[in-house]
């Protein structure tokens, strides 16, 4: 009789193990501590291949459908809703609850009390000019700033336009960092901070931010600008994408380097997160791209990286009053550096030179002379469809452009001009979820900030599924849609890691680096397969 009974719960063990051996097990989430709307990525087992009634809790409560990313059996993304807090996060699949882990909100860790002179976090005390205009140069005083930026920056209010029915939360401003691409940081030590007003950026709260945390807010003016800019219409948009080497021949130890470009951030490109990467790179995120090095690979090896990001992609809508706009183009490192010819946009070739004074005439008001150029390649440059050879020179010559040399080709006589231009690179997606290669361009007026315009958009000359707009020649000069996935605003000099490195480059691609493949050593022969992005997920 006791030896039934102890069969018996011997057995009933068994079954409650195998039971909660089957159920979903959380190993590990990130972050740990996080804000809200951020994606939070559970990893672990037994969550199932489709989500199906599964769902994740969040201090007892559970995301929308529409805040999944991506479910697998070992992996979950899912945005962190507004409404949520600090607590234990659970699995539930089939009814079963997995282990917890706990998630802290940021905004509810305390911090420290401090005063003038206490506390080692970055401590501002204030602004100078407490006004000023995109691009103009403000002086933050303070302490505990660092000897050297680092990782350091300064955060100023940004904000998109929302329905008046969202939620409070939703409509709060957000904050957007100065900016590397227009040199927005000119000075940084302990005490003292010189950094220009990025675009994008509007009246709000200004914050110091290094790895000691952040600084207690400054109110801070944008001054009156020359028009207004709308960010709208927000789409999330999940990626994947992967590059594959082969090394068909190798005589010795060597190293082989893949510049993989990362997605852009910027005003209309937000939030940009990385999901998961099979492979740690060497250096993360240095002029736009990631380096990944593979040492010393045998004849026959093969090795493949794979990426995946989630973006926010808005809307861009710009109303200018031509009258207000500052004609006279004070010196800056955006002019310096947006106005000089490069490998790409040649705007000292006499014949582009001499083709920029015949569109612009006797217009000075550069927003003018930026819309005479556009008005010049869709009437006159040939823009089709069909991919053409070479780059702004050529399909100056034959006067045929696409996409990628008609964005050239209006750098260059925009350049020429004196008008600050650079080229995008990247893609857009079409409603089946197909990505296309794309490239357009932006100009920067003084005061005002970047201007995106389209020229292939606005000739109505990319295939995509959907139908192009009734008034995209007016719409693509200023404004510009939230189809876009950018990878480079402008151009990447990248330098070989060793002299003797034989690289390679990539054109009309996704990006505009000037490097993305390097051999060193003992590697004489191999192949590379870079692959497009494929979207997984649209929100």
Same mark, same amino acid.
């Given at each position: ?232 219409? &927000? @789409?999330? /948009? ?9 090394? !068909?021949? *190798?005589?010795?130890? #060597?190293? +082989? ?113 930026? &819309? @005479?150029? /556009? ?9 089709? !469809?069909? *991919?053409?050879?070479? #780059?702004? +020179? ?113 054109? &009309? ?31």
């Amino acid at each position: 009789m006791n030896r039934s009974y102890g069969i018996v719960v011997a057995a009933l063990a068994f079954s409650l193990f195998s039971c909660l051996g089957r159920g979903p097990r959380i190993d590990s989430i990130d972050p740990r501590i996080g804000n809200m709307g951020e994606v939070l990525t559970i990893k672990g087992s037994g969550f199932h291949e489709e989500r199906g009634e599964s769902r994740v809790l969040l201090s007892g409560a559970a995301p929308t459908s529409s805040a999944y990313i991506e479910w697998t059996d070992s992996s979950i993304s899912v945005r962190i809703p507004d409404f949520g807090e600090s607590g234990l996060v659970y699995v539930v699949v089939g009814g079963k609850k997995s282990n917890p882990a706990l998630f802290t909100n940021r905004a509810s860790v305390p911090l420290p009390i401090s005063s003038n002179n206490e506390g080692i976090g970055p401590l501002a005390y204030s602004v100078n000019p407490t006004t000023a205009s995109i691009g103009e140069v403000v002086t933050i005083t303070g302490k505990n700033f660092g000897a050297a930026r680092e990782t350091g920056s300064v955060l100023f209010a940004w904000e998109a336009e929302t329905p008046p029915s969202a939620p409070a939360a939703v409509q709060a401003p957000n904050v957007i960092e100065a900016s590397d691409l227009e040199f927005d940081y000119e000075m940084w030590s302990d005490r003292e901070i010189r950094v220009r007003v990025p675009d994008g950026a509007i009246s709000g709260n200004l914050t110091v931010k290094t790895q000691q945390g952040s600084s207690v807010p400054l109110f801070f003016e944008v001054a009156d600008r020359p028009g207004t800019k709308i960010y709208k219409d &927000r @789409k999330s /948009y999940v990626f994947n994408y992967s590059t594959d080497v082969s090394i !068909s021949r *190798a005589s010795g130890p #060597g190293n +082989l380097y893949l510049w993989i470009p990362i997605p852009a951030a910027g005003p209309a490109q937000r939030n940009r997160q990385m999901i998961n990467r099979s492979v740690e790179p060497f250096i993360d995120g240095y002029r736009g791209a990631s380096l990944f090095q593979f040492k010393d690979p045998a004849t026959g090896d093969r090795a493949q990286v794979n990426l995946s990001y989630l973006v926010d992609s808005y809307a861009v809508e710009t109303q200018i009053k031509s009258t207000a706009i500052n004609q006279n183009g004070r010196p800056s490192p955006v002019r310096s550096a947006y106005t000089i010819a490069t490998r790409l946009v040649p705007s000292q070739d006499k014949e582009i030179v001499k083709l920029a004074e015949q569109i612009a005439g006797k217009e000075r008001n550069p927003y003018e002379q930026a &819309r @005479k150029i /556009y008005d010049w390649l869709l009437a006159e440059g040939g823009i089709g !469809s069909t *991919a053409t050879n070479g #780059g702004a +020179l050529e399909a100056l010559a034959a006067k045929r452009t696409d996409a990628y040399s008609a964005a050239l080709l209006f750098c260059a006589l925009a350049r020429a001009d004196g008008i600050p231009a650079v080229p995008i690179a990247g893609f857009v997606v079409d409603r089946n979820r197909a990505a296309i290669r794309h490239w357009w361009a932006e100009f920067w007026l003084d005061d005002f900030g970047w201007i995106p315009v389209d020229p292939a958009f606005g000739a109505g000359a990319v295939p995509l599924t959907s139908a192009p707009r009734a008034d995209a020649k007016d719409f693509y000069f200023g404004n510009m849609d939230n189809q876009r996935i950018v990878f480079s605003r402008g151009e990447a000099e990248l330098s070989p890691m060793d002299p003797r490195g034989r690289t390679a480059t990539r054109t &009309r691609s996704y990006a505009f680096q000037s490097i993305w493949e390097e051999t060193i050593g003992g590697i004489d022969a191999y192949s590379s397969l870079w692959n497009d992005i494929v979207v997984s997920g649209v929100y």
